[in-house]
Structures are given as structure tokens and as C-alpha cells.
């Protein structure tokens, strides 16, 4: 009984030579970038879903690009090749903007839906860079192709990116004015309105409200004031930083999310831990009852089968189609710079709304920090210019009537 028990042949155990990187055996590039993808998502505590669909969105635009265009895998690039794809980036031919409509699989898709902004192109590039590293320094390429590639400033905030209140106020009031009559077009509207107010009155991201349920709303009592009020619950998994917060709802929110759970046939107020997305489409989802498929459309919307929207892209063409509709109609009026402006406007535009309405009306950037989910207050300081108006406030108290007002600067006679 003392002696060991063999488990298996010595030469099970001999040494052998290392493998040739760490990536064990793989059959292609693609298949390495998955697993350097699966690492980030293991051993970042930051990384949201968010973060890792976006780095799959580019790493589906990288290999387009190499498939369909270089024809050459990013194992065998070398510095000229880096900047070939920097060049097609900043010029897409006519053929890899994706057809209208298509999807992954349908004739005419590639992942490029439009020519990549400038910040866009930048996005790539850090991504492209992050995926060269990984791949060199775990030795499956023996020299990096991207080392002297100077990696692209993060894309500055740009502070006006903001929608005034009587505009805003204008986009809700042509979604009035416009509404279609039918079950459809009612729903689609409520849920319309319910997108771009919970956008404007929280301050969330995109991703956060489509990766959201209804059950994400609930009641949190304040024993210190003796009062209970509706919260919204951004979870780790769709915040970006992992930043899990809650948001306190104000009542023009739960107004609107009120108006539209009733236009589905929901109950008033989202019960517990309700799973159904927060989104939703006036579009059925297939139903199935005791093994038998439901197929009337009347009949999956009786049982409450609804669609959803579940995509930044999707909440994208909500936001921006009514918009559009809105600068459409200041465009006749004749204010044609308004008109301008707004089509510019995107949903992350109601985030910057909401964080410049929410310190004009006195709360400390602290608290918006917190509402917003920024990791560094520095990060709202510049998307609101909050520093710049704690300058001038200073100033002020200080030294009153020094500043150049807009209202008081005195335009010589004849200029225009």
C-alpha cells in the first residue's frame, strides 16, 4: 500500500519544447483575436458587454478588411500595410459601405454602415493597436506591426453637443402633431416619446436603456425623509466601467413610462424583477403555447409578445427619425441654422442635455458625476464647462462687470 499509484506513462511527464506563443493551438488569426477578447472580458473588472460588442464590431471591420480588400491576414502585416488600412479607413471604397437594410449573412452587408467618422477611425486604430500588442507579447506574432504607430488621441468631448429646451420642447411637439392614427402607430409613438423623455430626464447612455428591463425601475424608500421614489438601475454588465449606479426618476419620466406600459397593455407601474426589456416594438415576437405556435399577430399581442429594441442602433433610428421630423419642420419655418444644428443631434446628445439642465438647476457636479456614471468628475467638469462657469462665477463675486457679457459688448456702428 506504499507504493504510489501510477496515474499514467513517465513520457506523459517528460519535458518537451514550450509552444511556440500562448495561444495554444489555433487555426487562424480570428481565432487567437477570440481568444485575446475572452482574456479581456476574464480580467477586466471594468470591461461592460457594451465594451465587448464594440470591440467585436471592429474586429468584424478589421477582417472585412483584410478578406475582401488587403487579402492578407494581420499575422503577415507589416508597417506599410498599417497604414494601408488607415488610408482605406479615412476613404471607403463605394463597395464596403454595408447595402441599406442588410444584415450579417445578406448579399451586399459588410460591418461598415457609413464612412467612419474621424474619432470612429481613431476608435479602430487604438483597437487594432490593443490587438497587435496582445498578439506580440504573447508570442504568436514575433514582431509587432503597429509599434511605431502613434496611437490616436481619445476623442475630445465636444461641450455643445447639447439640445436647447425649446427645441427639445419643438421635438415632442411635432411627435404630437404628426401622430398617426391605429394601434400601431399610437404604440409606436408612446414608445417614441417614452425613448427621447428617459434619455433627456436620466441622462443615460444608449446602451444602458437598451440593455435595461422594466424591472430595472422600482421603488426605493428614504427611511431619513419617510418617502418612497422610483429609481432606475443601470447594471455592472451594461455600464460602461462596470459602473452600476441607480438614477433617480423624476415624474415627467415616470409619466412617460407610465403612458407607454399602458399603450402595450402592460400594467400602470413595472412590477419586480420583470424581465422584459424596457424597449419594446410594436412588433410580435413568435409565441408559442403548450407546443403550439401562436400565429396571428392579434392574437401575440393579446398575450403581451412584444418585440424589443435591443441595440444602440435601434434606439439610434428612433432618436434620429424623430428628430429629423422635427428639423424638417424648422426648416420651413425658415430657421434653417436650428434646423442645422438638430440634425446633427444623436441620443448621446440627451445625455449632454441632461447633465447641463441638471447643474443650472443646482445640483453639484458631484451629484451628476454620480447620475452619469463618470468615473473622474474631471469627465463632467468638461462635458458640462462647469469649470469654465465656476470661473466666471468667481470672477463675479470678485471683480463685477469685468467680463465680456454677451448682451453688454458694445458692436461699432456698421459692423456686421
Known amino acids: 500500500?506504499?507504493?504510489?499509484?501510477?496515474?499514467?506513462?513517465?513520457?506523459?511527464?517528460?519535458?518537451?519544447?514550450?509552444?511556440?506563443?500562448?495561444?495554444?493551438?489555433v487555426s487562424d488569426d480570428w481565432v487567437a483575436?477570440?481568444?485575446?477578447?475572452?482574456?479581456?472580458?476574464?480580467?477586466?473588472?471594468?470591461?461592460?458587454?457594451?465594451?465587448?460588442?464594440?470591440?467585436?464590431?471592429?474586429?468584424?471591420?478589421?477582417?472585412?478588411?483584410?478578406?475582401?480588400?488587403?487579402?492578407?491576414?494581420?499575422?503577415?502585416?507589416?508597417?506599410?500595410?498599417?497604414?494601408?488600412?488607415?488610408?482605406?479607413?479615412?476613404?471607403?471604397?463605394?463597395?464596403?459601405?454595408?447595402?441599406?437594410?442588410?444584415?450579417?449573412?445578406?448579399?451586399?452587408?459588410?460591418?461598415?454602415?457609413?464612412?467612419?467618422?474621424?474619432?470612429?477611425?481613431?476608435?479602430?486604430?487604438?483597437?487594432?493597436?490593443?490587438?497587435?500588442?496582445?498578439?506580440?507579447?504573447?508570442?504568436?506574432?514575433?514582431?509587432?506591426?503597429?509599434?511605431?504607430?502613434?496611437?490616436?488621441?481619445?476623442?475630445?468631448?465636444?461641450?455643445?453637443?447639447?439640445?436647447?429646451?425649446?427645441?427639445?420642447?419643438?421635438v415632442l411637439g411635432v411627435m404630437e402633431r404628426q401622430r398617426d392614427e391605429g394601434q400601431v402607430a399610437y404604440q409606436r409613438h408612446l414608445r417614441d416619446r417614452f425613448v427621447l423623455v428617459f434619455l433627456r430626464e436620466t441622462g443615460l447612455r444608449a446602451s444602458e436603456l437598451v440593455g435595461a428591463s422594466m424591472g430595472a425601475v422600482y421603488a426605493l424608500s428614504d427611511p431619513e425623509a419617510g418617502k418612497t421614489y422610483w429609481v432606475v438601475r443601470v447594471d455592472e454588465e451594461d455600464a460602461k466601467g462596470a459602473n452600476e449606479r441607480s438614477i433617480p426618476l423624476t415624474r415627467?419620466?415616470?409619466?412617460?413610462?407610465?403612458?407607454?406600459?399602458?399603450?402595450?397593455?402592460?400594467?400602470?407601474l413595472p412590477a419586480p424583477n420583470e424581465v422584459q426589456p424596457i424597449v419594446l416594438s410594436p412588433r410580435t415576437r413568435p409565441?408559442?403555447?403548450?407546443?403550439?405556435?401562436?400565429?396571428?399577430?392579434?392574437?401575440?399581442?393579446?398575450?403581451g409578445a412584444w418585440g424589443s429594441v435591443t441595440t444602440r442602433q435601434g434606439l439610434y433610428k428612433i432618436v434620429k427619425g424623430r428628430i429629423t421630423d422635427a428639423a424638417q419642420v424648422l426648416q420651413r419655418d425658415?430657421?434653417?441654422?436650428?434646423?442645422?444644428?438638430?440634425?446633427?443631434?444623436?441620443?448621446?446628445?440627451?445625455?449632454?442635455?441632461?447633465?447641463?439642465?441638471?447643474?443650472?438647476?443646482g445640483h453639484s457636479v458631484v451629484d451628476v458625476a454620480a447620475a452619469l456614471g463618470h468615473a473622474s468628475v474631471d469627465t463632467t467638469m468638461i462635458y458640462t464647462e462647469q469649470g469654465a462657469l465656476d470661473q466666471i462665477r468667481a470672477w463675479e463675486r470678485r471683480r463685477p462687470g469685468v467680463l465680456a457679457e454677451v448682451d453688454a459688448v458694445p458692436i461699432p456702428a456698421g459692423a456686421g
Open 287 to 303: 409565441l408559442s403555447i403548450n407546443a403550439r405556435a401562436v400565429k396571428g399577430a392579434a392574437d401575440r399581442r393579446f398575450f
Open 252 to 268: 415627467v419620466a415616470m409619466d412617460a413610462l407610465i403612458a407607454y406600459r399602458l399603450g402595450f397593455g402592460l400594467p400602470a
Open 33 to 170: 483575436a477570440e481568444i485575446w477578447l475572452g482574456e479581456v472580458a476574464d480580467n477586466s473588472r471594468n470591461s461592460s458587454r457594451e465594451t465587448l460588442a464594440t470591440y467585436r464590431f471592429h474586429l468584424a471591420k478589421l477582417r472585412w478588411y483584410c478578406e475582401q480588400i488587403a487579402r492578407l491576414p494581420p499575422s503577415r502585416w507589416t508597417i506599410p500595410d498599417v497604414k494601408a488600412f488607415r488610408d482605406f479607413l479615412s476613404a471607403l471604397p463605394a463597395r464596403a459601405i454595408s447595402a441599406r437594410g442588410a444584415r450579417a449573412g445578406d448579399m451586399g452587408y459588410t460591418p461598415f454602415r457609413k464612412q467612419p467618422s474621424p474619432s470612429s477611425q481613431a476608435d479602430i486604430m487604438r483597437f487594432a493597436r490593443a490587438m497587435f500588442t496582445a498578439f506580440h507579447g504573447t508570442g504568436y506574432l514575433r514582431v509587432n506591426p503597429m509599434i511605431l504607430t502613434r496611437t490616436p488621441k481619445p476623442r475630445r468631448l465636444d461641450t455643445s453637443r447639447s439640445i436647447a429646451p425649446d427645441i427639445y420642447d419643438l
Open 1 to 25: 500500500m506504499s507504493e504510489l499509484t501510477s496515474y499514467g506513462s513517465q513520457d506523459a511527464l517528460a519535458s518537451t519544447a514550450p509552444p511556440a506563443h500562448l495561444f495554444g493551438a
Open 334 to 361: 425658415g430657421m434653417h441654422d436650428a434646423a442645422t444644428e438638430l440634425l446633427k443631434a444623436s441620443p448621446h446628445w440627451l445625455r449632454h442635455t441632461f447633465a447641463k439642465a441638471t447643474l443650472l438647476h
